[in-house]
């Protein structure tokens, strides 16, 4: 997910470090070597029981493993040896902090859980081998739901407390395992074609070659012969249907004669609205 979205943001934000970095003589070697370091210091101290330290050293960790890039492409060295050591690393780094989970949850007693991280770990490394099997197959596997840097964030969060140290922990497997799993059908999909097909619909969606229901109802009303209302004519100003009705009635001549009627109840009685008298009426 990380590198499906936020990827080019974050490049945009970590440059200008990385080019200070390289100013000041560090390489991108050197941030990965060191990024495996503070790893293998992370799982020390989860193995001892120092949670709150190891988030530290976590972090330092995965500043180190955000900055070797920007810092290889400032220094103009970006090449396939830089990534496949960096990569070598991260998986080194990932097995070393699971070790240090298990280690942590055999000392407080937790007997079997302590399989829980080496799960997460099989599934980590499934989900790295997809990304970079597809890759040698010239398809594309990146994105996901849980990436490195996602489950370092949710590894720091199981540091907080013990308490929630192995329900976060199962969470991080449910995610791990959804995301192999989503990979594998996103390959699928890409080596059996049927990506493109896909993206042809999309793409004809947002073209607008596909009709919605409105306009196919619209068509089919008018090619059975009904006139389409000509949203441009004006007819002077717009009234209702029963407005029309009503000034229609108005000026016809029953119209003239209610409205004399009118007039002549109104005025019996000499009274001022009519406007006249009426004769006396005859002895």
Known sequence: MFDGRWRDAVDRTTGPVGQSLHRHGITADVLTATGLVSATATAVLVATGHLHLAIIFLIITGMHDLLDGPVAKAAGTASVRGAFFDSVTD??????????????????????LALLPMAILAVTALVSYERAKAESLGLSAKGGLMERGERMFLLGVAFLSSVIFVPVLWILFALVTFTAVARFVKVWNAASGRDAVIRRRIEAWREGRVDSRWRTWREARE?????????????????????????????????????????????????????????????
């Open 223 to 283: 090619s059975a012969g009904r006139p389409r209302r000509d949203p441009t004519r004006t007819t002077g100003a717009p009234v209702g249907r029963w407005r029309a009705r009503r000034q229609e009635a108005l000026s016809s001549r029953s119209g003239r004669t209610l409205r004399e009627r009118r007039g002549a109840a109104r005025g019996h009685g000499n009274g001022p609205r009519s406007g006249r008298r009426l004769p006396p009426p005859a002895s």
């Open 91 to 112: 998986r080194v780094a990932d097995a070393v902090v699971m070790l240090g989970c298990a280690w942590y949850l055999l000392d407080q007693g937790h007997g079997h």
